[in-house]
């Protein structure tokens, strides 16, 4: 039977036309969901060294897996699925940002002082503080670059990959 038949599923005709490779925006996109999530796992690890009874609490497992499934959907973005990239900017472009933010900005309403906190950091501190602004810059760049022109002409036309 002809790949043009009306009897051959709509989604296996698209398969013979992808378009080419993702753009740089895609591709950087990528890499900056990869270190959001390696910044990520630094994090934990010294929040684990440092406190591990309060990191159970918190959920070391809904960590690790956010961070596998964070993974997982930046691979299906850069393949083209236009829903990947729509999960990744709502489920971690807003609530995750908003988890990453939340504790320094309470502590600030409170009354506290980012030059007291600063100035009594000790050198995991520093290490964490650093990897919290590397993974914040990385969530909200990589949203940024899901959404340039050139991205949004690769979605459409990889349809629901």
Do not use: K
Not at 81 to 95: F, M, N, V, Y
Not at 115 to 128: H, K, R, V
Request: proline share 6%; charged share 15%; net charge positive.
């Amino acid at each position: 039977m002809p790949a043009t038949s009306p009897s051959v599923p709509a989604h296996r005709t698209a398969e013979r036309h992808r378009p080419g490779p993702p753009p740089a925006t895609v591709r950087a996109a990528f890499a900056l969901w990869i270190t959001a999530v390696a910044a990520g796992a630094l994090e934990t690890a010294i929040m684990v060294g440092r406190d591990p009874a309060e990191m159970v609490a918190a959920g070391l497992a809904v960590r690790l897996a956010v961070f596998t499934a964070a993974v997982l959907i930046a691979v299906r973005m850069r393949r083209g699925a236009g829903w990947a990239r729509i999960t990744l900017a709502l489920g971690l472009g807003i609530l995750g940002t908003a988890s990453l933010v939340v504790e320094p900005l309470g502590y600030l309403l409170d009354g506290g002082s980012l030059a007291d906190a600063l100035a009594g950091a000790d050198t995991l501190e520093w290490i964490f503080g650093v990897s919290r602004t590397i993974h914040l810059a990385a969530v909200l760049t990589a949203v940024a670059l899901m959404f340039r022109p050139t991205a949004n002409r690769y979605f459409r036309g990889r349809g629901r990959a």
